[in-house]
């Protein structure tokens, strides 16, 4: 344990989150997304769901303010979306980073490439329908030496 850093995030993970770069791009994955067909580098957090992992990651990476930095899946034709899924993240979202900018959604497909060209994918215990979302690392600001 780690004083200040949340339990929940676990050492593969801090590692990877240490080692994205600014606008590399994390997957947090619902249980049912296609993980390990999709990417090499992934990150088993089942017992978790999402909203409580982002209070997690964002207490340690900013979000980018270009090219959305938050991204989700858009709902086929014949689903219908619940809105308290992405309710439940923008809280977390807007209450860590205030001013990001509004969550971008896109089909299936491009989500998947998307996810294909991410820096992890982290699967966890979500079940909510759409739930999964691509988050993009902002860039810190170094301090000067007066600091």
Aim: glycine share 8%.
């Amino acid at each position: 344990m780690l004083i200040g850093i949340s339990p929940l995030l676990g050492p593969e993970l801090l590692d990877s989150l240490y080692r994205m770069g600014h606008g590399d791009e994390l997957v947090l994955a619902d249980a049912f997304f296609p993980g390990h067909s999709l990417h090499k580098r992934v990150i088993r957090l089942e017992g978790l769901k999402i909203p409580d992992l982002l209070e997690g990651v964002l207490s340690l990476i900013n979000l980018d303010y270009a090219d959305p930095p938050v991204i989700m899946m858009a709902p086929m034709a014949q689903d219908k979306l619940d809105p308290k899924v992405e309710e439940s993240y923008r809280a977390v979202i807007d209450r860590r980073w205030p001013g990001t900018p509004p969550t971008e959604r896109i089909d299936r497909f491009a989500f998947y490439e998307r996810a294909q060209k991410a820096f992890c994918v982290v699967m966890t215990g979500e079940t909510a329908t759409y739930g999964n979302i691509i988050l993009k690392k902002g860039v810190i600001p170094v301090l000067g030496p007066e600091h």
